[in-house]
């Protein structure tokens, strides 16, 4: 079960990238709130829930991507944010190859990746 929902993190993060992206691209978002709370994501209501083992939540995995899936959604919150305010170029400067959204998901992803590979 644990291997299936970190697969569903994985998809799911990475094409809630993509949508983001494409909102902002767009000028399409109009209220921020929504990727600002990483216990409504789907895979943030099973990873704070009751469905984790207590051995994964004690490894080094889990609280690497507790960090990092924290972070995700604090910078979603921000471009998000920008991009409902009207600031898209710095909405799109956060998004791009070396801003820090596409960072913090590419270090979300390469660790949920590693911690599913050892589930």
């Not at 998809?11 to 909102?23: C, D, F, G, P, S």
């Not at 820090?100 to 979300?108: A, D, G, M, R, Y």
Request: proline share 1%; hydrophobic share 35%; aromatic share 10%.
């Amino acid at each position: 079960m644990e291997k299936q929902e970190i697969n569903n993190a994985i998809t799911e993060h990475a094409i809630y990238k993509v949508k983001l992206n494409e909102m902002v691209r767009k000028g399409e978002l109009e209220d921020h709130h929504g990727p600002c709370t990483e216990t409504d994501c789907q895979f943030g209501k099973w990873f704070y829930g009751t469905a984790v083992s207590s051995r994964h939540r004690s490894s080094y995995f889990y609280k690497q991507v507790k960090q990092l899936h924290g972070e995700f959604h604090e910078v979603a919150c921000r471009v998000a944010g920008l991009a409902a305010q009207g600031e898209t170029q710095e909405a799109e400067k956060l998004m791009d190859h070396e801003g820090h959204f596409n960072q913090v998901s590419n270090k979300l992803m390469e660790t949920l990746m590693r911690w599913r590979d050892l589930v």
